[in-house]
């Protein structure tokens, strides 16, 4: 099982899934070029990728105004070894 991965590891993984070029964590996901789907798929690649489940509904907490940073916060705590 691979460790959580840090929050740069996870943008640069996000920018390739949503394909931009450049995601601010600190910028509310309203503002990002990204949408639900890629936060939703970068969550199970997230989970394929290091063997941890991630509980999706810590997602239903998300707000147009949370930031991407916010959103790293709560998958990592709803994180579990599977």
């Known amino acids: 099982m691979a460790d959580l991965p840090t929050l ?7 920018k390739e ?15 990002l070029e990204i949408d639900s789907m ?17 509980d999706e509904s810590a997602l239903d907490e998300l707000k147009p105004e949370s930031t991407l940073a916010e959103v790293y916060e709560l998958l990592i705590a709803a994180a579990s070894k599977a």
Do not use: C, H, N, Q
Request: proline share 5%; no cysteine.
């Open 17 to 31: 899934l949503a394909e931009v070029d450049d995601i601010d964590p600190a910028k509310p996901i309203s503002e």
């Open 8 to 14: 740069d590891e996870v943008v640069e993984r996000l």
């Open 38 to 54: 890629d936060i939703l798929e970068w969550t199970y690649v997230l989970e394929e990728e290091t063997g941890y489940k991630i």
